[in-house]
């Protein structure tokens, strides 16, 4: 379902990301960690293009995007929306009802009609349990409420794999449990998904693949439980015995 190939990045001349490869096969997920500056959210942002690329090839679906070469804004929008992405802070349009931040990038994108963008999203936020909460303003709920409704507003354009930025480090043991657990359902629903998280349970429970990433590159990959049991990387153990 994606895959990155040799991706290079730097910014300012000091290279981020160094010759990347990673596959992530459909209906699977993956957890992405590593030390803080490793290169996992620039990682993410050049998966969606977010972030250009130096040098490599993204492909997501059907869609593919060689960032050596030429290619049209309608590609990189056509990749783009094979993804959704949830971020740390959520990220919500904070001048807009619930209901209206998860209807209109429905309508600006998908071109959906109004009454269809709402029915959705009224399907949506009634499966992250917030059903009761379209009318509120985004600061007027707590912070899981909040990713949830960020989980909504992705799920709501029909992303083909999902993409997660720390989705829990700005909340409460607690509240960050109840996004995890919806992530789990839709883990279970088979959605493909890259989740960069401190999580380790997460990962070890729900993930099919861990990507350990330490200086611009991947260092270990493969079963979570293998590599949490017997990490063959003098840094990924260092990493694990600092989270675990
Ligand atoms: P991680 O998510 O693993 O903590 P990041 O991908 O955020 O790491 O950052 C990797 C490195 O790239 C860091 O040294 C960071 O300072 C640098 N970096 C990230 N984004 C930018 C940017 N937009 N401009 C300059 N440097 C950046
Ligand atoms: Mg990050």
């Known amino acids: 379902m994606v ?125 992250m349990g917030l059903a009761d909460k379209g009318g509120q303003y985004p600061n007027k709920c707590s912070g899981g409420q909040q990713q949830r409704i960020a989980i909504a507003r992705a799920l709501a354009l029909e992303p083909r794999v999902m993409l997660f930025d720390e989705p829990t480090s700005a909340l409460d043991p607690e509240v960050g449990a109840e996004v995890l657990e919806v992530m789990k359902e839709l883990a279970a629903e088979g959605m493909t998904m890259i989740v960069v998280t401190h999580e380790m349970g997460f990962a070890r429970n729900v993930c099919e693949d861990l990507v350990v990433m330490a200086d611009g590159g991947i260092i270990e990959q493969g079963d979570p439980q293998r590599i949490m049991g017997d990490p063959s990387h003098p840094r990924t153990r260092s990493f694990l015995h600092a989270v675990l």
């Open 3 to 127: 895959r990155v190939r040799d991706l290079s990045k730097a910014f300012g001349g000091n290279p981020v990301l160094e010759g990347v490869d990673l596959t992530v096969l459909e209906g699977t997920v993956t957890a992405l960690i590593g030390p803080s500056g490793a290169g996992k959210s620039t990682l993410l942002r050049c998966m969606n293009l977010l972030e250009r690329p130096d040098a490599g090839e993204i492909e997501i679906g059907s869609h593919r995007i060689d960032a050596r070469s030429r290619f049209s804004k309608r590609q990189l929008y056509a990749l783009r929306r094979e993804t959704g992405m949830v971020f740390q802070h959520f990220n919500l349009f904070p001048h807009m009802s619930v209901m209206r931040n998860v209807v209109l990038p429905q309508q600006r994108i998908l071109g959906r009609s109004k009454a269809e963008a709402e029915h959705r999203a009224q399907e949506l936020l009634a499966r």
